[in-house]
């Protein structure tokens, strides 16, 4: 997630080579591209997290610190 970063709400997922831009309400990629496998584990952590991601996005347009969400195990 990026400070002052445009709507909607999303964060940046990079895999090597790949970036996505992916939408936190439901785990969509919003521009760029990831390979299938990682793109379906983006979308399984967006949905268990999709709660953290929202309040980290209110906290970059603040300029707040960022909490941590845990990787998916």
Not at 33 to 41: C, G, T, W, Y
Not at 56 to 67: G, T, V
Request: hydrophobic letters at 40%.
């Amino acid at each position: 997630m990026y400070f002052n970063d445009h709507s909607p709400p999303h964060f940046h997922a990079i895999y090597g080579q790949y970036e996505a831009e992916i939408l936190i309400k439901n785990g969509e990629i919003l521009m760029g591209e990831l390979p299938a496998r990682v793109r379906s584990l983006v979308k399984e952590w967006t949905e268990l997290y999709q709660i953290e991601l929202q309040e980290n996005w209110n906290l970059a347009r603040e300029h707040e610190q960022l909490k941590r969400i845990p990787a998916l195990e």
